[in-house]
């Protein structure tokens, strides 16, 4: 434990932006820095939408939890940006997941990279649950989170899960995200699902993408964005769950985004079942 806690503090960075400190941020967080919060500022002066963008996504993450929960799904495995503070306290991903399920309880896994989320993660969430788990990985390493210690004795691998995959934008290689699917189709329980969110500059005006790519590789270099027909087919042979793969505030909108043009988000998102 003390070797992980030395090994996190040496990988926090405080004057690069990371995109989970930058969600949490535009949200209206506590766990960022001022790097942060200047990319905030940056991207919004490009694209005045990066806050609006930010709750969206948080919003339809909320709107996906409640959806499998309501359908029994009462196991979660988030990974990569997934324990915002930007949430209100009570409607933590885990809290929403707690709040539908009628007939159980949740086992929530968040799975995360960035020191200063996990730190904060165990720091508040741990000590006042049994049902959730805050472990250290990284999509890019799917093999390691899988076989995660936590993940394979805390969880019932004979029942349906949940995993969120939050991080798509870590994933520059097409062909290395399509082994991350395949592993996970290979060792979920049947009538599992798999959720995804991915950055896009579809709806970018053509005038504008010189500036937001200068700007994506300065403040986030080797972040990865993708077309609808790219992300489309990352999830082929997937079964696609209503709406299928729609801007985040077109995914069963609750009426909470209101204030959010669809294509402004600068996000996709999909739940799929997994055959």
């Known amino acids: 434990m003390r070797q992980r806690a030395i090994r996190n503090l040496a990988k926090l960075e405080l004057t690069q932006a990371r ?3 930058i969600l949490d941020a535009a949200a209206g967080g506590k766990n960022h820095f001022t790097a942060d919060r200047d990319a905030v500022r940056r991207y919004d002066l490009a694209a005045p939408v990066t806050t609006t963008a930010a709750r969206a996504v ?16 009462d196991q979660f495995v988030i990974v990569g940006s997934g324990v915002p503070s930007g949430l209100p306290a009570g409607r933590q991903l885990h809290d929403v997941a707690r709040k539908a399920l009628l007939d159980s309880v949740p086992r929530v896994v968040y799975v995360e990279n960035d020191p200063m989320v996990l730190a904060g993660a165990r720091a508040t969430i741990e000590p006042v649950t049994d049902l959730v788990r805050v472990v250290e990985g990284d999509l890019r390493e ?17 029942r349906p899960m949940a995993l969120l995959l939050l991080s798509a934008y870590s994933l520059n290689d097409d062909e290395y995200f399509h082994y991350v699917i395949k592993r996970i189709r290979q060792v979920v329980p049947e009538r599992s699902y798999l959720s995804l969110v991915q950055t896009t500059f579809d709806a970018i005006p053509p005038e504008l993408l010189p500036a ?19 992300v489309k087919a990352l999830l082929e042979g997937l079964v696609l769950v209503e709406p299928g793969l729609v801007w985040v ?8 985004d209101d204030a959010c043009d669809p294509g402004a988000s600068g996000t996709y998102g999909a739940v799929a079942r997994v055959p």
Request: with cysteine; net charge negative; charged share 30%.
């Open 19 to 21: 995109v989970t400190r």
């Open 212 to 230: 937001i790519h200068d700007l994506l590789a300065m403040t986030l270099p080797g972040h990865a964005v993708r077309t609808r027909e790219e």
């Open 58 to 73: 948080l919003r339809f993450l909320c709107r996906v939890v409640r959806h499998l929960a309501v359908r029994g799904v």
């Open 249 to 256: 505030p077109d995914w069963r909108p609750d009426g909470s």
């Open 142 to 158: 799917i093999d390691a989170v899988l076989d995660d210690r936590v993940l394979q004795t805390f969880l019932d691998w004979d």
